[in-house]
């Protein structure tokens, strides 16, 4: 995400930290090159107007200028003032009253409602809720079968009726089984429309009025740019949104919607997509979307990942393994493992301070064929060869090596890394592990 932008930005900031002392000439001249980053970020032009004066009123204070370390003083203005761009508060879901609490989601055809509705359901089950699908898209029957579908994937009940059936019908019918069931949520999944159909407008009017919904989100799509800024603005007009999901966030190197939509439409950004899979789905928080562009990456979330999929007790083994020195391939493979379920590395690496630069570098795909790899090695070992890998001569990395459909230097490879990365943990739990040196080589095994 924000790939480009990022970039840019990060060439601004260190020209201005070579400089020391700045004057109001280098400030204008750094400002410049932000508003051409963001408008080349498909940024809209109000927003970056009013966001580069905003900037600049504050660069040029005293406090600024006379600062010993001026340019870093810059950088915390602009992350401050991406916050306010991106609406300040963190998205948050409304709840009823009285449950059952209910969401309905609209927006443009293709733009990922039905996934997004099934993402929604999952993220509301882990916070301990019970949802409830409905899949009242009445205009494409394969939305239908595409969310009965995702909903057994997840475990998540999903309320159909026949495809002839208005969508008012199917909401107010969803409700009573909603209250019968006891679920606390109620995620409709509507049809998706063109903006400038009437018809499918006043459809949707209709619909809201019956429903009455807590919550009206919009589903747009990211990589549209301004057009989901102007889409948002309409759709607002009409139905009254109360919040704007963003999807494939992961695809949008500018990042121009996010950084517009909030500003222009008044809608709050409430959680934004970040993948294809289930699992990639986020609230949304405005200061850590400030830090990712920024390079300064996003630790909670990094951290939030972690403790999802990280079961504490296998943390606490793990952490006496290391401390008695006994971690050893099968240790590796599990946490390989765990890893993968976090997601793709180039988004876990983009989310650590300083490395999306990195993140960047990472040809597409080509972690995920490295921890393939490195999987097919360990699995080809026996039980013992995993546990002590000082056995593993000459014969048996041959073996290794045809039964992972590898060559002996891939073993090698892994086996010296592995070495070197028992060494560094051995180090560490003694507080002698070099600094910055542990993160080098657990990547190097990736390479």
Known sequence: ??????????????????????????????????????????????????????????????????????????????????????????????????????????????????????????????????????????????????????GKQLDVPVYRESPDMP???????????????????????????????????????QMKKELKPDEMLLVVDAMTGQDAVRMAGEFHSRVSLTGLILTKMDGDARGGAALSIRWVSGVPI?????????????????????????????VLAFIEKAEAIFDQQQASELEKKVRAATFDLADFLAQLRSIKKMGPVAQLVEMLPGMSKLAGQLPEGIEEKQMKKVEAIILSMTSEERHNPNIIGGGRRRRIARGSGLKPQDINQLLNQF????????????????RGKLPRNLMGIFR
């Open 419 to 434: 070495q070197q990365m028992q060494k560094l943990l051995k180090m560490g739990t003694r507080g002698k592990l070099p």
């Open 270 to 298: 409430k959680f934004i997509g970040t993948g294809e899979k289930a699992d990639a789905f986020e609230p949304f928080y405005p200061d850590r979307l400030a830090s990712r562009i920024l390079g300064m990456g996003d």
């Open 1 to 150: 995400m924000f790939e480009v932008l990022s970039d840019k930005l990060n060439q601004v900031f260190h020209l201005l930290g070579n400089k020391g002392r700045l004057t109001e000439k280098d400030i204008d001249e750094a400002l410049r090159q932000v508003r051409l980053a963001l408008l080349e970020a498909d940024v809209n032009f109000k927003v970056v107007k009013d966001f580069v004066t905003r900037v600049r009123d504050r660069a040029l204070g005293a406090n600024v200028r006379q600062s010993l370390a001026p340019a870093q003083q810059i950088v915390k203005i602009v992350n401050e003032e991406l916050v306010v761009v991106l609406g300040g508060e963190p998205g948050r879901l409304t709840a009823a009253s009285q449950p059952p609490s209910v969401v309905m989601l609209t927006g443009l055809q293709g733009s990922g409602k039905t996934t997004t509705a099934a993402k929604l359901a999952r993220h509301l089950k882990q916070t301990g809720q019970r949802p409830l699908l409905v899949a009242a898209d009445n205009r494409r029957p394969a939305a239908i079968e595409q969310l009965v579908t995702l």
């Open 167 to 205: 969508g008012r019908d199917v909401c107010a019918r969803a409700r009573v089984k909603a209250k019968e069931m006891a679920a606390t949520w109620v995620i409709v999944d509507t049809a998706g429309r063109l903006h400038i159909d009437e018809a499918m407008m006043d459809e949707l009017v």
